[in-house]
């Protein structure tokens, strides 16, 4: 029992992170319409920013993170502004996905240059060694804690924002329509900017959290949880906030626990079978809004 | 014999593929070509069958798939088995390849056709995630399982296991299938390619292939003069996983160690072959081919360039879909290109020519 419950509380805290990532695709996704591929390796931008300040710098964690969150959302908006802005209204969407893909490869590259393929072992932004409950026989890990309280933190400060100001409506109008939006007096070039840059902030932070619980750190760490954590978006009804929540936590928990229970290299095949069963029961995902095809 | 426009275009395609291998036979027969130019031929013709397959989903069809690695696993993994299986029992090196490529195009295409089923009913990017997880789930699959038989059966676990007495492991897990024999080679993989060439622009060129590129144009208005939807796009991404599995068996007959690890069958081996199909012309089966065939020996070709090559390669792709796809670049093509630049001399000498 309690063993399950340690497996439970690991797959809300990676599920946290997920959920983070997924906020952010959905969010350019909604506005934007595009897979980002790069959006997984703007998260190995931020690690390895906050890992030169910490180790390379002596940063303090904070300073260090907020650095990243600083470096990240500009690396978003300047990558929107060069690479993905000139191709809004391009004859296909794929063209925007192949750049983004290019972006990907960039980044990627970019980084085994400077910081090569090695691995480096990232120091955990928590200090907090954590609780143990139950007479030691359950510990859980301070980054653990810290992981789902920020993602809580996140979303409720995501859903004001969005539902409570002037620049998230401007967003939801942008996202259902531009050239309404932009008659309605939304610069949408600045909205669609502001999106990008939300998205690479919560990037930065997912990082920090991912490297902290997993302290792996190589060009190639964004990729697989970027990756999944678009899963989770899907999964959750994409353009949806509270759904990418929702998706993330439960992507987390069934890949934690089925690495425990069934087989640690069938697990994602296992979150993959899950998302194409969920789109087939509901094509929109968990809380997607169903859209009528019109003629 | 007269040809149509379009047939003349299709030959002169088959003609290309034809020409460059004559000029690689004769350079290789030289002693031209180095050593590892030459190991980079049979890869460069799967790489491109792989493209064209996709390029019938993307290009023809109109759908965008990312799981075609996982075809391409799929059919070197049955076709391996099958090799490795009879590698002992004295048929003939050409039948046994033969039968091999037959088994793992037609298992792909029936994975295809099982994965089509759901996965086609939902539309762009969805579809694209789902065929990114069909293809993850089926490479995660084949590294995760063990299969061998001895003197008790054929077994077969997702736990390592023991076999007893005579016998033979034919998946091991991740390790993969062991010393598939080596029987593709360049002729081969080039009459593959050939092959499919026909294959796919006999569809694109038939009454089936304007239905599916009715279907893409518009799928609504398609449905309402009577194309069958559903029938046609089964039958595009059916017919396209099975060339994918073509190139999968030409993969596994070309390595002795086939492993489903990422850098071969992962999602970036079908976002790979993605962007050979977009940068060569979406629906241009020609451009897929020359596409495949440039963007795989170019950074093999630049090793010497170590690290950067791969910084520069990412950097081409940018610009180039930027300069190819930006509204605001093809404006600016229009206005001030070389073409335009004839265009307008031309209109003038006209003018020229009307005055005097």
């Known amino acids: ?295 | 014999m007269k040809f149509t426009k379009q047939t003349k275009h299709d030959l002169i395609t088959c003609g290309i593929v034809a020409a460059f291998y004559i000029l690689v036979t004769i350079l290789s027969a030289t002693g031209h070509l180095s050593n590892h130019f030459r190991g980079l031929l049979v890869p460069l013709c799967y790489y491109a069958i792989a493209a064209v397959s996709l390029n019938l989903v993307v290009g023809i069809l109109g759908d965008l798939s990312l799981g075609h690695a996982g075809f391409m696993c799929i059919g070197a993994f049955s076709s391996s088995l099958f090799s490795v299986a009879v590698k002992n029992s004295g048929l003939p090196s050409p039948l046994r390849f033969l039968i091999a490529l037959v088994i793992g195009t037609l298992m792909a295409a029936l994975f295809g056709f099982l994965i089509g089923i759901p996965v086609l009913r939902l539309n762009g990017d969805y579809l694209a995630i789902v065929t990114l997880a069909f293809g993850e789930i089926i490479k995660n699959f084949l590294s995760a399982v063990y299969l061998g038989y001895d003197e008790a059966g054929i077994h077969a676990s997702f736990k390592s296991f023991q076999l007893q007495g005579e016998g033979k492991m034919l998946i091991n897990g991740a390790m993969g299938i062991q010393g598939t024999p080596m029987d593709s080679s360049f002729t081969v993989a080039v009459l593959l390619l050939l092959i499919t060439l026909a294959v796919v622009m006999n569809i694109v060129n038939s009454r089936t292939g304007r239905a599916i590129m009715a279907i893409r144009d518009n799928r609504i208005a398609a449905e309402s003069v009577g194309i069958n939807v559903t029938s046609y796009k089964m039958l595009a991404f059916t017919v396209s996983a099975a060339i994918a599995g073509c190139a999968g068996v030409l993969f596994s007959h070309n390595t002795t160690t086939l492993t489903a690890s990422s850098t071969y069958f992962g999602y970036n081996v079908s976002i790979m072959i993605l962007v050979y199909v977009v940068l060569g012309g979406i629906g241009s089966i020609r451009g897929s081919v020359i596409a495949a065939a440039v963007l795989y020996v170019l950074p093999e070709m630049l090793r010497g360039l170590s690290t950067y090559r791969m910084l520069i390669y990412s950097i081409v792709l940018i610009v180039m879909m930027l300069i190819n796809w930006a509204p605001g670049a093809i404006a600016f093509r229009e206005r001030y290109g070389i073409m335009a630049f004839l265009r307008r001399r031309n209109e003038n000498r006209g003018k020229e020519g009307q005055r005097s």
């Open chain 1, 1 to 295: 029992m309690l063993n399950f419950l340690t497996y439970l509380i690991n797959g809300l805290s990676l599920g946290s992170i997920y959920a983070i990532i997924a906020l952010g695709y959905t969010m350019v996704y909604g506005i934007a319409k595009m897979l980002n591929f790069a959006h997984g390796d703007v998260i190995m931008i931020g690690s390895y920013l906050i890992y030169t300040g910490m180790i390379t710098w002596g940063m303090h964690p904070v300073p260090a993170i907020l650095l990243a969150v600083v470096g990240c959302t500009i690396l978003g908006i300047t990558t929107e502004k060069i690479a993905y802005k000139p191709l809004r209204g391009a004859g296909s969407s794929l063209a925007v996905l192949i750049t983004a893909i290019g972006v990907s490869y960039f980044l990627q590259n970019l980084s085994l240059l400077i910081f090569t393929a090695n691995p480096k072992s990232f120091t955990s932004v928590v200090g907090w060694e954590g609780v143990s409950l139950f007479g030691g026989e359950l510990k859980i890990q301070g980054v653990t804690i810290v992981t789902i309280i920020v993602s809580l933190l996140v979303l409720a400060v995501l859903q004001f924002f969005i539902n409570r100001t002037k620049q998230g409506q401007a967003m939801i109008a942008v996202s259902e329509d531009k050239g309404a939006a932009s008659l309605m007096g939304i610069n949408v070039n600045r909205t669609i900017s502001l999106t990008f840059a939300i998205g690479s902030g919560l990037a930065a932070i997912a990082g920090a959290l991912l490297c902290s619980a997993y302290p792996n750190l190589t060009p190639y760490t964004g990729a697989m949880p970027g990756i999944k954590a678009f899963v989770a978006a899907v999964l959750g009804g994409i353009g949806s906030i509270p759904g990418a929540m929702i998706g993330g936590l439960l992507l987390g928990v069934i890949e934690s626990l089925s690495k425990r229970y069934i087989s640690t290299q069938l697990s994602d095949a296992i979150v993959f079978s899950i998302l194409i069963i969920v789109l087939l029961i509901r094509p929109t995902g968990l809380l997607g809004k169903k859209i009528q095809e019109k003629v």
